[in-house]
Nanobody
Framework: QEQLVESGGASVQAGGSLSLSCIKS?????????MAWFRQVPGKQREGVAS???????TYANSVKGRVTISRDSTKDTLYLQMTNLKPDDAGMYYC?????????????????????WGQGTQVTVSS
């Protein structure tokens, strides 16, 4: 069974940078695979931040475009999220997720329902 373990969460000042990692282990299903980062704050829905498809196509939430980069190293089974110019609204618990693209287009939509494997999360705090 596939497992995901996140790391890298920390407390940073607004304007700072942070890099998160997610190590994948276990059996990886075949197909139109998607990996993504989601964020959740208390009292709010878990929201998608960025995703990456098998062919490398990336999708970003509008709120993070230009400040965040999702990438992966398949040789290390690791997913990354590099964040710059952090804002207080970027704070939250960040979750790594794995799923399947819902259509032949292979696009990895930032919707929870397409992701079935989740990590335990890593906390990001941004102080102003």
């Amino acid at each position: 069974q596939e497992q995901l373990v996140e790391s890298g969460g920390a407390s940073v000042q607004a304007g700072g940078s942070l890099s998160l990692s997610c190590i994948k282990s276990g059996v990886t299903p075949t197909g139109r695979r998607c990996m993504a980062w989601f964020r959740q704050v208390p009292g709010k829905q878990r929201e998608g931040v960025a995703s990456i498809a098998t062919d490398g196509r990336t999708t970003y939430a509008n709120s993070v475009k230009g400040r965040v980069t999702i990438s992966r190293d398949s040789t290390k089974d690791t997913l990354y999220l590099q964040m710059t110019n952090l804002k207080p609204d970027d704070a939250g618990m960040y979750y790594c997720a794995a799923g399947i693209a819902p259509s032949d287009s292979g696009i990895c939509y930032l919707e929870r329902r397409f992701f079935g494997v989740w990590g335990q999360g890593t906390q990001v705090t941004v102080s102003s």
